[in-house]
């Protein structure tokens, strides 16, 4: 019954390769997220959307591109990874854009090397 | 500009102590604020909102509109109470979360 599931929860890969992180939500809401925590613990939004539809984006890489297929689902892709995205991304999900309590997945810790 | 500010990036405390966070923001209007706890190795979690104002774990906080202040207090801290705390607010009708820099808590027992 988990409410917001990433895949991977490790990943680990070498510069320049392509990889995407998964997330789904099962707890019917609009709005999803995507953050990234470096390792000060700084944690910053990258995008958001709602209903499938872009509503943030951050300044963030063009290498990064979110896809939402369909309001349970919010994928990041990034493409030429580079060892300063080493980070764990963590998804999340708020019901709404006005009802903003945000509940988080577990976290995916990606390391390039 | 919008910011929010926690000022002690890593506070020790004894077990039983009472503990602080102090959180400040500079937001136009009336922001709502929450605190969000990650504990180690783990999810982060709404602790607080201030719409609420409830305790939760025996921690609560006030929102304070003259000095823009939403600090976090628990008077007696337990071990379990180590992780690492965050204040967030945003404006009213703003999806947009606004995440301070955190503050580690450690309680020493």
């Known amino acids: 019954d988990t409410a917001v599931s990433q895949t991977p929860k490790y990943l680990v890969t070498q510069m320049g390769n392509d990889k995407s992180i998964k997330c789904e939500q099962n707890l019917g809401h609009d709005t999803m997220y995507w953050y990234k925590q470096d390792s000060k613990k700084f944690l910053k939004i990258m995008f958001s959307y709602n209903n499938k539809e872009l509503i943030i984006n951050e300044t963030v890489p063009n290498r990064f591109s979110p896809k939402s297929p369909d309001k349970a689902h919010l994928n990041l892709h990034i493409n030429s990874l580079e060892l300063g995205d080493s980070a764990v991304y963590f998804c999340?999900?708020?019901?709404?854009?006005?009802?903003?309590?945000?509940?988080f997945g577990p976290g995916t810790r990606l390391t390039v090397t | 500009a919008q910011r929010v500010t926690q000022p002690e990036k890593l506070l020790s405390v004894f077990k039983g102590a009472p503990v602080e966070l102090k959180c400040n923001y500079s937001?136009?209007?009336?922001?709502?604020l929450f605190w969000y706890v990650q504990y180690s190795r783990q999810r982060l979690q709404l602790l607080l909102r201030?719409?609420s104002r409830e305790s939760i774990k025996g921690f609560t906080a006030d929102l304070n509109k003259g000095e823009t202040s939403f600090h976090l207090k628990k008077p007696f801290a337990q071990e379990e109470d180590s992780a690492m705390y965050y204040c967030?607010?945003?404006?009213?009708?703003?999806?947009?979360?606004?995440f301070g820099k955190g503050n580690q808590v450690v309680v020493i027992p």
């Open positions: 999340a999900s708020s019901p709404d854009r006005v009802r903003n309590e945000q509940y």
């Open positions: 967030a607010p945003r404006r009213y009708g703003n999806n947009r979360l606004a």
């Open positions: 937001y136009s209007g009336s922001p709502e």
């Open positions: 201030h719409i």
